[in-house]
T-cell receptor, first 112, second 112 residues
Framework: SAVISQKPSRDICQRGTSLTIQCQVD?????MFWYRQQPGQSLTLIAT?????????ESGFVIDKFPISRPNLTFSTLTVSNMSPEDSSIYLC?????????FGQGTRLTVV | GIQVEQSPPDLILQEGANSTLRCNFS?????LQWFHQNPWGQLINLFY???GTKQNGRLSATTVATERYSLLYISSSQTTDSGVYFC??????????????FGQGTILTVHP
């Protein structure tokens, strides 16, 4: 299974600022996804990170708020822009390999 | 979109007890996975089981796709089994490949 490294593991940010989360996978994966887990809630899919093209966003998520890059098959970034306290969540990247989803530790974001 | 319902929402056990977690889904699926999120937030993929039965040690899972449900069995529970168990499905259809919809989870607490 893929080994996933996310940075930062946690951060406390001021409202109105932006944070870029990095996701590094130890193998090349065709498909990679970004999820959000709000406090005490389940996971919700934000977008599909497509290598070499724009990400595909799910309903309720927009590129201006959550720009995503996928420059190669082992790396992706998610930026949370113009943050508000409602953005406080765990953000997880998830490579898809062999029909299975894998997750790293995620990035625990608190917006104050 | 597809609805995924898990029951029970909370479960408290004494060490050594057995339990059954249920996942109902509202539409045909290509893929169903069970995850365990430990108290530190790490998500572990337990089973990839779109149909049939699988076993891994004290854990087993059964999916009856025609009746749209899956069961996760935990036998001889241990305190390390504590955490949240999520069921996640990929809706049947080409546009949903790799995109998982998660249930709300079952919070399991195992007391020594």
């Amino acid at each position: 299974s893929a080994v996933i490294s996310q940075k930062p593991s946690r951060d406390i940010c001021q409202r109105g600022t932006s944070l870029t989360i990095q996701c590094q996978v130890d193998s090349q994966v065709t498909m990679m996804f970004w999820y959000r887990q709000q406090p005490g809630q389940s996971l919700t899919l934000i977008a599909t990170a497509n290598q070499g093209s724009e990400a595909t966003y799910e309903s309720g998520f927009v590129i201006d708020k959550f720009p995503i890059s996928r420059p190669n098959l082992t790396f992706s970034t998610l930026t949370v822009s113009n943050m508000s306290p409602e953005d406080s969540s765990i953000y997880l990247c998830s490579p898809w390999e062999g029909g299975k989803a894998f997750f790293g530790q995620g990035t625990r974001l608190t917006v104050v | 979109g597809i609805q995924v319902e898990q029951s029970p929402p909370d479960l408290i056990l004494q060490e050594g007890a057995n339990s059954t977690l249920r996942c109902n889904f509202s539409d045909s699926v290509n893929n169903l996975q069970w995850f365990h999120q430990n108290p530190w937030g790490q998500l572990i993929n337990l089973f990839y089981i779109p149909s049939g039965t699988k076993q891994n040690g004290r854990l087993s899972a059964t999916t009856v796709a025609t009746e749209r449900y899956s069961l996760l069995y935990i036998s001889s529970s241990q305190t390390t089994d504590s955490g949240v168990y999520f069921c996640a499905v990929e809706t049947a259809g080409g546009t949903s490949y790799g995109k998982l919809t998660f249930g709300q989870g079952t919070i399991l607490t195992v007391h020594p």
